[in-house]
């Protein structure tokens, strides 16, 4: 009769347990499970609880020493730490409380921390949890900020990425795609920094202005795109490549100071940009001069002064006949400062002066170009041949400005400029005084600056219509 009793009573224990402890264990004297909440057996369905001793399912962290039901016993109402000896090995907390009589225990479990791991690896839902326990609300809270994070982290990210977009297009050049004078800066003043070797090359497109102002502007910005992927290819991925004015360019050649090597660069540079560039029905032919500085020509570098150094240096491959390559030296700079030129539009920002797009622009037509070719071919002849070169080179018309020094050489290589000059439009074809317009030009002044000298001159060289114009005009 009594016993009878205590099974109903413990079955009406089991049924409050159930309803109000999902996650429990009940255990007799001896230690082994005898009922085990629905929750639980849930967390092992291929395992059998029932009968089996408890410490042989679960592993007790904490408090050591456990290792039998008296030792359970003597650790009631101890927050207890334990697992599964079996994976998943999940981790639980758990409390103990004696029955009356000593008839075994009950062991209420929870999953703490590891919450959010069980509900990923058993499939748990609301309802295996007690009604009046929190964790669904916590798992809701922490989903719900789980999903702000993401948000918060997708926003970031396209922040970052539009920060990004942003600086990149402050240091690009739109047209080009190579990076502008302000990420220049930006670059020389990191490398001037951090104290490693590097080279500065400046480059000067040579008869770009012939090319816009013979076939428009949108002939020029396809040259200058041509431009920029050349020098892009004959770089290293490391170097920076910059257009810094409208027909300007600055590289920089990051731990590379070998003069043999940055020639050979330079070289291919000058010899790719020369190739005839098709636009429609026509054809752009340019070239290019360049002037190079090494950071460790300077005891302390400063960006202004490689800049100026370099200027200089273009000049000066430039003033030699053009698409060449020079290096800066000190002779230069002395040079420089005893023949003032016009300043280019990179120096006028060094020196703080409003830009002007026609400053240092070299305007050449293609009679000019004529003029300066041939006139070059006889470089070193004679010194009033200089004269006559930089006052041609110096011209945007064909030749018109032609002056040369008195004296028979003088004369002769003017005469002979102006009748190039002549004969590259074929003025001598269409005109019996070396042309119409440019050639005209041309001959008038050659005969202004030669007198009678320069029908020598004409006489001597090989004869070409534009010659024999002023043969017979002369004589």
């Given at each position: 009769m009594k016993r009878g009793r205590t099974l109903v009573q413990q079955a009406c224990l089991e049924q409050v347990l159930d309803a109000f402890c999902p996650m429990h264990l009940v255990l007799d004297e001896t230690g082994h499970i005898c009922h085990a909440g629905a929750s639980l057996q849930k967390l092992r369905p291929g395992s059998k609880l029932l009968g089996a001793r408890f410490l042989e399912v679960f592993e007790l962290r904490r408090p050591r020493r456990v290792g039998s039901m008296r030792d359970l016993l003597q650790n009631a109402g101890v927050k207890l730490h334990l697992r599964f000896r079996v994976p998943p090995e999940t981790a639980l907390k758990g409390v103990l409380t004696p029955l009356e009589g000593g008839r075994g225990a009950v062991v209420n479990l929870g999953f703490g921390i590891s919450l959010m791991d069980a509900v990923r690896d058993y499939a748990l839902v609301s309802s295996d949890f007690a009604a009046t326990d929190l964790a669904i609300e916590m798992l809701y809270l922490v989903e719900a900020k789980s999903a702000a994070m993401e948000a918060s982290?997708?926003?970031?990210?396209?922040?970052?990425?539009?920060?990004?977009a942003a600086e990149e297009q402050a240091f690009t050049d739109t047209l080009t795609g190579l990076k502008n004078r302000r990420a220049m800066d930006h670059v020389l003043a990191r490398l001037i920094r951090q104290g490693r070797g590097f080279a500065l090359m400046q480059i000067d497109l040579d008869f770009f202005k012939a090319v816009n102002d013979r076939?428009?502007?949108?002939?020029?910005?396809?040259?200058?795109q041509n431009v920029a992927r050349i020098m892009v290819e004959e770089t290293r991925e490391e170097d920076t490549v910059a257009r810094v004015g409208g027909d300007e360019f600055v590289i920089l050649f990051d731990g590379l100071t070998a003069r043999s090597a940055l020639s050979r660069v330079a070289a291919r540079i000058i010899e790719k940009l020369e190739v005839p560039m098709p636009f429609g029905e026509d054809v752009c032919q340019i070239s290019a001069s360049c002037g190079t500085v090494l950071s460790h020509n300077y005891a302390e570098p400063e960006a202004g002064g490689m800049l100026s150094d370099a200027d200089i240096a273009l000049y000066a491959s430039k003033n030699a006949g053009r698409a060449q390559h020079r290096f800066f030296c000190e002779d230069m700079r002395r040079e420089t400062a005893a023949e003032p030129r016009t300043a280019t539009p990179l120096r006028r920002k060094e020196e703080g002066r409003p830009p002007d797009d026609t400053a240092g622009t070299l305007a050449l037509s293609e009679a000019g170009q004529a003029a300066r070719q041939v006139a070059g071919q006889a470089a070193g002849q004679a010194a009033g041949y200089e004269a006559t070169?930089?006052?041609?080179?110096?011209?945007?018309?064909?030749?018109?400005?032609?002056?040369?020094?008195?004296?028979?050489?003088?004369?002769?290589?003017?005469?002979?400029?102006?009748?190039?000059?002549?004969?590259?439009?074929?003025?001598?074809a269409r005109s019996e005084v070396c042309g119409e317009v440019r050639g005209e030009e041309c001959g008038e002044a050659c005969r202004q600056a030669g007198g009678a000298p320069a029908d020598q001159a004409c006489s001597e060289a090989q004869g070409t219509t534009c010659r024999e114009a002023h043969s017979q005009t002369h004589s």
């Open positions: 982290r997708k926003l970031n990210l396209r922040l970052q990425g539009a920060m990004i076939l428009g502007h949108a002939a020029g910005d396809y040259v200058l070169n930089l006052a041609c080179e110096a011209s945007g018309e064909a030749g018109a400005e032609l002056r040369a020094p008195a004296g028979a050489e003088g004369c002769d290589a003017g005469h002979e400029a102006g009748c190039a000059a002549g004969d590259e439009t074929g003025c001598g």
